[in-house]
């Protein structure tokens, strides 16, 4: 079980940081992400991390402003969003991934507005 929190409302060029955690124990060979669904949209993409957190990738729209890291130790993922746009706002979704699988295991997510 994934569980997001730390979402809210910031104005823009603020920031926000969202922790992930997993009840369940998710390993820690698994490529953790995080994932926003806009009014309208389908979910993307917003940044995911190797297992042992050496290779992160982040969508365009993100790069520069958001950080995606990990504790293995504290079964958490976060996301540490900066320079928050009015278009970051979202539901945001973790999620995590076997090596070689699917996003399959998905939180309730937690939402983030901003506004301008």
């Known amino acids: 079980q994934l569980v997001e929190s730390g979402g809210g409302l910031v104005h823009a060029g603020g920031s926000l940081r969202l922790p992930c955690t997993s009840f369940?124990?998710?390993?820690?060979?698994?490529?953790m992400g995080w994932f926003r669904r806009s009014p309208g949209k389908e979910r993307d993409v917003v940044a995911a991390?190797?297992?042992?957190?050496?290779?992160?990738n982040y969508a365009d729209s993100v790069k520069g402003r958001f950080t995606i890291s990990r504790d293995n130790f504290k079964n958490t993922v976060y996301l540490q969003m900066n320079s928050l746009k009015p278009e970051d706002t979202a539901i945001y979704y973790c999620?995590?991934?076997?090596?070689?699988?699917?996003?399959?295991?998905w939180g309730q997510g937690t939402q983030v507005t901003v506004s301008s």
């Open positions: 369940d124990r998710t390993p820690s060979s698994y490529s």
């Open positions: 991390i190797s297992w042992r957190g050496g290779n992160a």
């Open positions: 999620a995590s991934r076997p090596v070689g699988g699917d996003w399959a295991d």
